[in-house]
């Protein structure tokens, strides 16, 4: 595997399509288990998991509903913290095992301010299913349930992560050099 350049930055090679895929087979062996007569939904945070959620939902072997939302953060007007909308989330979450999916949990912020709304609107359970964990960098009370890789703090690209908009389109994931 060579280095690739995407915009003005240069990454070397750091998880293989093949590593990467086998993970993720693992996760759906456990999924399958875990999830069997329960009927989850995956909720698939856009746009960076697109790859992941397709290539772990193929694996899905048991019964379950697959939903891809956005998170967009907006300044509240009389708290004085971020808040987080999603959009495209058209399911009834009242009863319902989820299963979210991102790509990275980096500081966790996202998660953070996103978990309290999923939880008002009373699912059975919430997981948290990430492909890579930047565990070092957690700075909000996350807790991830399952990571196919713990990886340190350092930016990647790839497998549907992008740096500006751009390097999403790999079937590796590349650190920056
Ligand atoms: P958090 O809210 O700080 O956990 O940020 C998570 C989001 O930041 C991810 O969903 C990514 O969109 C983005 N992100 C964090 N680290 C990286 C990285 O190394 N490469 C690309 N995107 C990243
Ligand atoms: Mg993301």
Known sequence: MSNIKVLDKEFEPYLSEQTIQSKISELAIELNKEYAGKRPIFLSIL??????????????????????????SYKGTTSSGNVITSIGLDVNLSGRDIIILEDIIDTGKTLHHF????????????????????TEALAYPVKVDYACFDIPNKFVVGYGLDYDGYGRNTKAIYQLK
Request: proline share 4%; net charge positive; with cysteine.
């Open 47 to 72: 746009n960076g998991s697109f790859l992941f959620t397709a290539d772990l939902f193929k694996q899905i072997t048991i019964e379950a509903e697959v939903c891809f939302i956005k998170l967009a």
């Open 115 to 134: 978990l309290p709304q999923l939880a008002s609107s009373q699912p059975s359970s919430i997981k948290i299913a990430v492909l890579l964990n930047k």
